[in-house]
């Protein structure tokens, strides 16, 4: 089939994890057999950190405004057997209308911030989604889970919701056996309702281990932030260096955003990265959690610095390395680029079907 997708940004990982699940996605879905466009807005803060400008698995293009987009790149719209648009691409209720007066084929909208998505919609700003676009989208993908999607149905009309969650290429994640330079390490952009458990659950515990190391990656931080003196700081880590920047760490903090813990189901695609690389996780706890990987076999729930500094004193090595081979295992079943790409390729068929059967 040929695929469309407008998306906040394929080129670019810098400060948003919309990047990384798109990579992995569509290079599973394009070795289905499938054609892919990916139409992505020119911003300069993308054009100055683009770590992926071109594919060998989607036709990458740029346009400027919508207006562009409607000029230049109509006809494919209008040919594509199905069209995403996906969350926080800018001026996307304007888009969302495009694709709504263009598309003949089945019509998604990939939301990769669901519950920030609702949030805003409840506080009546439409960034990018008019609740009233919603019921127009023959469905509704989303990285959250759960009784969410029952929520989208009932509230906003969706003809169909469904999880579509973030996803790993193991072609590109997978164990190393390489030097443990941190005892854990953190992976994730600033974010202020984020930091007071990355305080929690990675500063105060490396305050009270002078003599182990560790990092904290990614943009945005407050420069003068009062690190403890052992975490390193790594400005920018472009996904290439992902597998050895976990397969660094002895453990890997996962922090989740405050929308993603009361809409619960909502895996960051670092759990599963991680996971993959069979580095155990010490995460902060959401309902759901619990369906994607098994506490204390493949996952490490802490919620304050003496549960995270007891497990790095009670678990020995043989312990770490099982629980990050459970982890690992339970990805490579369930959380592939393989398996979403196969779960995507089954919803588009399904739509279609019904369609040419009406």
Not at 113 to 135: C, F, G, H
Not at 222 to 227: A, C, L, T
Not at 249 to 271: C, E, F, H, W
Not at 288 to 314: H, M, S, Y
Request: aromatic residues 12%.
């Amino acid at each position: 089939m040929k695929l469309v997708v407008i998306g906040l940004s394929i080129t670019s990982s810098w400060g948003n994890g919309h990047a990384t699940t798109f990579r992995s996605l569509l290079k599973a879905f394009a070795k289905r057999g499938h054609s892919i466009l990916f139409l992505e807005k020119d911003q300069p803060y993308y054009a100055s950190n683009r770590d992926m400008p071109e594919a060998d698995y989607c036709e990458i293009k740029l346009y400027e405004d919508t207006e562009d987009l409607k000029q230049r790149f109509s006809k494919q719209i209008k040919n594509a057997d199905a069209v995403m648009v996906g969350s926080y691409v800018q001026n996307g209720v304007e888009v969302n209308e495009l694709v709504f007066s263009l598309a003949k084929g089945v019509k998604m909208f990939y939301d990769i911030d669901t519950p920030v998505t609702l949030a805003k919609i409840s506080n009546q700003d439409y960034e990018y989604l008019n609740p009233n676009q919603i019921s127009k989208f023959d469905i509704y993908l989303s990285f959250s889970g759960g009784p969410i999607l029952d929520f989208i149905m009932d509230e906003y009309k969706s003809p169909s919701a469904k999880a579509l969650y973030c996803s790993v290429d193991p072609d590109l994640y997978f164990p190393e056996n390489l030097e443990k330079k941190w005892q854990m390490g953190y992976l994730g952009t600033y974010s202020i309702d984020r930091q007071p458990t990355v305080e929690k659950l990675l500063n105060k515990p490396a305050g009270q281990r002078k003599y182990k190391k560790f990092v904290v990656a990614g943009p945005q931080y407050p420069e003068d932030y009062p690190w403890a003196d052992n975490i390193e700081r790594i400005h920018h880590l472009p996904p290439k260096e992902h597998k050895t920047f976990y397969n660094s760490q002895n453990y890997t903090l996962n922090v989740t955003r405050r929308d993603m813990i009361k809409a619960g189901y909502s895996p960051s695609v670092r759990l599963f990265e991680a996971a993959a690389c069979g580095v155990p996780v010490i995460s902060d706890y959401w309902n759901g959690l619990d369906t994607f990987f098994e506490f204390d076999k493949e996952i490490l729930i802490a919620q304050n610095p003496d549960e995270v500094l007891a497990f790095w004193r009670n678990i020995s090595e043989d312990q770490r390395l099982q629980i990050g081979q459970r982890a690992r295992q339970k990805v490579l079943e369930n959380h592939t680029s393989d398996v979403r790409a196969r779960e995507l390729d089954h919803y588009i068929n399904k739509i279609l079907t019904t369609s040419e059967k009406i």
